[in-house]
């Protein structure tokens, strides 16, 4: 019944920006749950992009700072990764996860749910 579905991936240029959308069903996150984004590039392992808790709270991988924002609409229960600047290094797939303990860094042990990606190409 949980789900988090992901939305706003897509193909652009170097330099352009893309907004992702994490619609949570079955839970609700607001002040509840910590939410995340992690991304999967081709031949590398998953990393921690983005989180913020439920104090509103937020970490960012050093790799996005200054590029990506995390931000929490409660009323319609989503999680949004607005990517600024986006580089070719960016092209990956994008996950979203929802966790009840506490983040204290980008790591996914914490993750009780995940969604399924989208996926994000920048080109040069």
């Known amino acids: 019944q949980v789900q988090l579905v992901e939305s706003g991936g897509g193909s652009v240029q170097a330099g352009g920006s893309l907004r992702l959308s994490c619609v949570a069903s079955?839970?609700?996150?607001?002040?509840?749950?910590?939410m995340s984004w992690f991304r999967q590039a081709p031949g590398k392992e998953r990393e921690g992009v983005a989180s913020i808790d439920v104090h509103g709270s937020t970490i960012y991988a050093d790799s996005v700072k200054g590029r990506f924002t995390i931000s929490q609409d409660n009323a319609k229960n989503t999680v949004y990764l607005q990517m600024n600047s986006l580089k070719p290094e960016d092209t990956a797939m994008y996950y979203c996860?929802?966790?009840?303990?506490?983040?204290?860094?980008?790591?996914?042990?914490?993750?009780?749910?995940w969604g399924v990606g989208t996926l994000v190409t920048i080109s040069s």
């Open positions: 996860a929802a966790g009840e303990a506490p983040v204290y860094g980008l790591g996914t042990d914490g993750m009780d749910y």
């Open positions: 079955g839970i609700v996150i607001y002040n509840t749950y910590s």
